[in-house]
């Protein structure tokens, strides 16, 4: 689900920023640091909205750099156990297929796709009921309830920032592991 | 991760951090990115190779997800969805998913009869309104 939310981050400014348009800096600073970035308890970060309030700065020991409290508005798609949205199949084997919901990497165990579906492999592999009348395939859109999220920790290179770490989006929530299927919203692919 | 085990969309435990959170349906979701994406070509040309990969996702996520286009529907629904006492969440779940049926309707959101809230019936004007909107964009 997409949320409309404000998040808190204490951003360090070099002292060359500093001047008339300090607040463009930082905000364009800002843009630059958050967006893209994914954590397990927010989510990921699509798109500064808005700057709520920027507080008062605090130079830093030792250094000339100044800390800038800033609130902002973002739109983060952040996913929850229990929640129905859709994805895109965009790989299927005799394990399971894998879908991508935005920037959410899903994987479907065959456990987990109705009983009534076989795996079909050749060029175009493919989970079919019985009668044919659906398939998955590469390409499909299907609709997934997600029963568990997992956010990967193994590859947090990450910036370190206070209460929160950020992570490089490719690398980040490899997480949603584990969807259960639910059922098919459009056998595409048909298109021509 | 304890936190993420107390989660459950399904009863609207969203924890604290998202439970006044405002959702959004991937239609205004949409409109947003859409306007964004705009503005940072516009910005200049070498800046279209730095749009992050997170908001190229999304945007062609909910591109392809979005039930209503048009930018007055889009508020319609919210608008039309709003006066169910529905909590964020769910209104956002039917924008996205526009359910035909009622049985459908609750499977996708199961506190939509937990509660006792909602009638079949109710959930059924819920759902022609949503149609009407979607027929008349």
Known sequence: MFFHIVLER??????????????????????KDVEGTCSGRHGFV?????????????????????????????????????????????????MGFFAEAGPVQIF????????????????????????????????????????????????????????????????????????????????????? | MSKLEEEDASELKLGEDFLKA???MNSEVSILLEHRYEQIKQMSDESINQVPQVFEKCLQYVKRFSRFTNQDAVKQVREVLSRYQLAEFELAVLGNLCPETVEEAVTIVPTLKSKGRLDDEAIERLLNDLMMIKKFE
Do not use: W
């Open chain 1, 108 to 192: 479907v165990s065959n456990h987990l796709i109705p009983d009534d579906m076989e795996f079909q492999s050749g060029d175009m592999p493919n989970y079919t009921t019985s009668d044919g009348s659906v398939k998955i395939q590469k390409d499909s859109e299907v609709r997934l309830k997600i029963i568990g999220l997992r956010v990967d920790a193994t590859e947090i290179d990450a910036r370190e920032n206070e209460s929160l770490f950020l992570v490089d989006a490719r690398t980040i929530f490899h997480l949603c592991i584990d969807f259960i299927f639910c059922f098919i919203v459009d056998s595409s692919a048909l298109v021509p």
């Open chain 1, 46 to 94: 699509v798109a500064v909205t808005g700057i709520e309030d920027i507080g008062k700065g605090l130079i830093r020991d030792g250094t000339g750099f100044v800390t800038f409290p800033v609130k902002y508005q973002c739109v983060v798609f952040r996913p929850f156990k229990g929640e129905i949205l859709e994805a895109v199949v965009t790989m299927v084997n005799k």
């Open chain 1, 10 to 31: 204490n951003m360090q400014l070099h002292p060359r920023y500093f001047g008339r348009n300090l607040r463009e800096n930082l905000v364009s600073k800002l843009m």
């Open chain 2, 22 to 24: 405002k959702c959004l």
